[in-house]
């Protein structure tokens, strides 16, 4: 028996069950799940120091607690991937400058290890109008230089005849310069030697010397995995609604040098996805359909875990009656979009009549498929998915910035709303 509380405390009670926003989610755990996901202990979720493991275990640990099921009595399944990794010692210093990593330049996801110094010297662009320049680059040893370039004369230079870009390989390190920021990815392979991206305004013009060490590590079928678990329908427990988000990102640039959080991308979705779990379980909230909850690996190595779930699903594919696929949700002030709204416009126009009779968010726009999230290969497959996320707020993508901290969560909770509304409101 629970005593009678005092006056004061039935109005404390009463405060503080007043929900902030209100749509049955609660922002103090999505941020505090989100903050998780990005800490350095899980390595930004990538593959060195396992730590697309200790993220994927963490959520199998979030399944199991809040009681998921699982297909075939496991949340996890595994899948092979080719990866290039920097898991040792990252740097390099222009002249007498040692530059921060993450900051001022990162390591090109197609690099090589090696160590060096070598002199600097800028790719000659009168190769691409004449002919004397052209001859005196292929004349010209390049092998104790670094060769600098801009990220654009590379495309143009694979225009020219191969034998122009073997020549630029043969440097002892390469240095492309960016125009606006520095933005991470990943690469299955290597080049020959090491490499490096700069933003232009950071490299001075007039730099002679870049002394440089990259440890990297190409892994041949490293075991990562997607996690999966699923609430039954009560009306149609064999028809899924399926809820993804990926919840790998770029892992680290050298054990030590800088890591990235992913907060936006894709700690956001993945939260979102736990939130809209977390009330699907609840007896309750029971869906008519059964709704499956996946989260993606890879995904920022190229749609591998998706794609795999794809060839080997856990119940036939033609069992998923609709998909959201959520990647980016960690903003919302230009409202959200809808990828693949083009191609399903009766559920496109249910998110829009249900977006302005609740005024979640100030916009919903539709775009047609692409191949940038893991709805891509479900959509190939003939599923009908679409993947959303949210617009406007900081820009912070594929770099050391896009942290929990600088994280709005303008429209989270509304999105939040939006999409259980959808989901419950499936016939
Ligand atoms: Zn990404």
Redesign the pocket.
Do not use: A, K, P
């Given at each position: 028996m629970t005593p009678k509380p005092a006056p004061f405390l039935l109005w404390i009670l009463l405060l503080s069950a007043t929900p902030r926003i209100g749509f049955g989610q609660d922002m103090e755990r999505a941020r505090a799940t989100i903050a998780t996901l990005c800490s350095p202990a899980f390595h930004g979720r990538g593959y060195v120091n396992g730590g697309d493991k200790i993220a994927a275990r963490y959520l199998e640990g979030q399944f199991r607690q809040m009681g998921l099921r699982a297909f075939d009595s496991l949340y996890i399944q595994t899948f092979p991937l080719d990866i290039n990794t920097f898991p040792g010692k990252v740097s390099l210093k222009i002249d007498k400058q040692k530059l921060p990593p993450g900051e001022a330049y990162i390591v090109n996801p197609v690099s090589q290890g090696g160590r060096g110094k070598g002199k600097i010297i800028h790719l000659d662009t009168l190769i691409f109008t004449r002919e004397e320049a052209r001859q005196r680059f292929m004349r010209s040893d390049l092998r104790r230089n670094v060769m600098v370039y801009e990220a654009r004369h590379y495309a143009n230079l694979t225009e020219l005849p191969s034998e122009y870009l073997n020549k630029m390989h043969e440097a002892k390190a390469l240095i492309e310069l960016q125009k606006e920021k520095l933005t991470m990815?990943l690469s299955p392979a290597q080049i020959s030697h090491p490499a490096f991206q700069m933003v232009k305004k950071d490299l001075d013009p007039a730099a002679k010397t870049a002394t440089f060490r990259v440890d990297a590590k190409l892994i041949k079928g490293y075991p990562s995995q997607n996690v999966i678990g699923y609430v039954p329908g009560k009306k149609f427990p064999d028809q899924f609604v399926v809820i993804s988000a990926?919840y790998d990102?770029?892992g680290r640039m050298g054990k030590e040098a800088a890591y990235f959080p992913?907060a936006n991308?894709?700690a956001s979705g993945t939260t979102l996805m736990l939130e809209l779990a977390r009330h699907y379980v609840l007896p309750e909230n029971q869906p008519d359909y059964s709704i499956a909850f996946m989260a993606f690996g890879a995904?920022?190595a190229g749609l591998i875990g998706s794609r795999y779930y794809t060839e080997h699903p856990l119940f036939p594919l033609s069992q998923i009656k609709f998909m959201i696929n959520l990647?980016?949700l960690g903003t919302g002030e230009e409202g959200m979009m809808v990828v693949n709204g083009t191609r399903l416009p009766e559920e496109f126009d249910r998110l829009t009549a249900l977006n302005n009779q609740h005024n979640y968010l100030p916009k919903l726009q539709k775009r047609d498929n692409a191949p940038n999230?893991d709805h891509y290969f479900f959509t190939r497959k003939g599923v009908k998915a679409v993947f959303i996320y949210l617009m406007g707020g900081p820009k912070f993508?594929?770099d050391i910035y896009d942290r929990p901290e600088t994280l709005p969560l303008t429209k989270f909770s509304e999105a939040f709303g939006l999409i259980r509304d959808f989901v419950s409101g499936m016939e």
């Open positions: 990815s990926h990102h770029l992913g991308d894709n995904e920022e990647d980016l999230s993508y594929h």
